[in-house]
């Protein structure tokens, strides 16, 4: 049973920083393409960041690049998504998503992803 659990969500300062953790099981992560999602309330669920399954390759938005980073534990089954800066803006819902259908060196944005988790909420507010 594909299982997706993010957590490190809370609250944060303007301009400070965040880990979020997406704990998975019941396949083996190193032949998923993962992705990082979020939704603001009143907006559509937007794509933050991926990387792709063996090679790792990685893909940001435009709103996060430079900020945001995220890397993956195979051996830990563990996918990280590090926010820095962050702002108002980044307030949100952020999910995580596998995907097991893509080549070793794409990941996408998009959400069409098969499996996802449940969210943790991020609030970045003074």
């Known amino acids: 049973q594909v299982q997706l659990v993010e957590s490190g969500g809370g609250l944060v300062q303007p301009g400070g920083s965040l880990k979020l953790s997406c704990a998975t099981s019941g396949f083996s992560l190193g032949y998923y393409a993962i992705g990082w999602f979020r939704q603001a309330p009143g907006k559509e669920r937007e794509g933050v960041s991926c990387?792709?399954?063996?090679?790792?390759?990685?893909n940001y938005a435009d709103s996060v690049k430079g900020r945001f980073t995220i890397s993956r534990d195979n051996a830990k089954s563990t996918v990280y998504l590090q926010m820095s800066s962050l702002t108002p803006e980044d307030t949100a819902v952020y999910y995580c998503a596998a995907d097991p259908g893509w080549g070793s060196s794409w990941c996408s944005l998009r959400d069409v992803y098969e499996y996802g988790g449940q969210g943790t909420q991020v609030t970045v507010s003074s």
């Open positions: 990387i792709s399954s063996r090679d790792g390759m990685t």
